[in-house]
């Protein structure tokens, strides 16, 4: 399974426009895409990136394969979630399941629009939500950090390392403040913390939907979300899901031609993709030749082996080594053959760790 983001966000503030024009980019992609599934909820889209054509043209492949990431459409949340109300605990077991959290904020003034709190105001939305999410925390943990206590003192020192990790998330939500503050002393901390998978835990991006005027410049609304978000140490993108929604309706030769009259150098969905890629510290690896150039996803600290296997379990179990060229070179130097004349084409063993960018090659047993 690839890597998700949930989007969620109180009612009525543009997730579904924004799913749907997600997976409506998804659903116009997907015939190029080998292995998207669109799920009714989930949508697989690519990432785009402008380094592909240049690999492609050099190593003159047929085809271009971005890269994906998934968005899954969480909906429910109401005051009080935490407590059960609305689809409460199922949309808590929902955004369990995600690696970060893509969080829709009203910033549009619409009368005829129904707000659910019955005024305008992002940044309390986006405390009402997280109050919701740091209760449902709170109280998981109060049953587990002692419950793993109790194991630790019976001699379980996994338990007794849980429990010191987890003990640091606890004392931030009581004191009202979200799990991802945790500094986790070690490795191993970093790993239970990772694995309680705490809501509040999860990287959060925030989505500040706005009027169509206010797309390129962002308004007051967003204004006060990205100081927020600063604070935070979250990241914030301005959009307008409305804008969207027109955008994917249009054929792809007319979008550039729109875009520029809205004074857009791209479409808001291409930014939140991308922000949700950084968001996951996750890097891009190519590989290129005259059938297609592809790209891969791996976790920032991966190594070849890892890469390997995200292509192919095999690969992995067989990997031998792998050539290696920086895109810099891939592009300066004029494609693989040239690369390896200069010297930039690198045998790398199992301990490598992939770089941004790198095209690899893997020679394999298997
Ligand atoms: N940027 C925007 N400017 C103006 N109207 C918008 C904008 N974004 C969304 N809307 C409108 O707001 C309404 C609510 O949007 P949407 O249904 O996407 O919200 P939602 O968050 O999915 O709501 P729910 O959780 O209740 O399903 C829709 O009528 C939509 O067209």
Redesign the pocket.
């Known amino acids: 399974m690839g890597f998700r983001c949930g989007i969620v ?1 109180l ?8 799913f749907n024009a997600l997976t409506e980019t998804a659903a116009a992609q997907a015939a190029n895409y080998p292995f998207c599934t669109i799920e009714p909820n989930v949508g697989n889209v690519g990432v785009p990136d402008p380094r592909m054509q240049q690999i492609a043209d050099i190593a003159g492949s047929q085809k271009i394969i971005e890269t994906q990431l998934g968005f899954v459409d969480i ?1 429910g949340l109401v005051r009080g979630a935490s407590k059960g109300e609305g689809l409460g605990n199922q949309f808590l077991a929902n955004i369990r399941e995600v690696d970060a959290i893509v969080h ?1 904020l009203r910033c ?1 003034e ?1 009368d005829d ?1 129904t707000h659910v709190e019955g005024r305008i105001d992002p940044v309390a939305d986006a405390e009402t939500v997280e109050t919701e999410l740091m209760l449902a925390d709170l109280e998981s943990l109060e049953r587990r950090v002692p419950n793993l206590a109790k194991k630790g003192q019976g001699g379980d020192k996994d338990a007794k390392a849980a429990a010191v990790a987890l003990q640091k998330a606890l004392d931030l939500l009581r004191e009202g403040k979200p799990a991802r503050l945790a500094v986790p002393a070690d490795a191993d901390e970093k790993r239970h913390l990772a694995q309680a998978q705490l809501l509040t835990g999860k990287p959060v991006l925030y989505v500040c ?4 005027g206010s797309a390129a410049t962002g308004n007051a609304f967003s204004a006060r979300v990205a100081d927020m978000a600063k604070a935070q140490g979250a990241g914030a993108v301005v959009i ?3 804008i969207e929604a027109e955008i994917v309706t249009m054929a792809p030769e007319d979008r550039p031609e729109y875009l520029e009259a809205l004074g857009l150098a791209e479409t808001g969905l291409a930014r939140i993709i991308r922000a949700g890629y950084e968001l996951l510290h996750l890097l891009t690896f190519f590989t290129a030749g005259p059938k297609e150039t592809r790209a891969w996803t791996v976790e920032k600290g991966a190594t070849a082996p890892n890469a390997a296997g995200v292509i192919h379990t095999d690969f992995e179990k067989g990997f031998i080594r792998a050539e290696t060229i920086a895109f810099a070179d891939f592009v300066a130097l004029g494609g693989e053959a040239k690369a390896r004349e200069a010297g930039k084409l690198r045998a790398e063993g199992k301990t490598y760790v992939v770089q941004d960018g790198d095209v690899m090659h893997f020679l394999h047993s298997n």
């Open positions: 966000g009612p009525n503030v543009g997730k579904s426009t924004l909906a829709v549009f619409d629009i939907n706005v009027d169509e307008s899901a409305a």
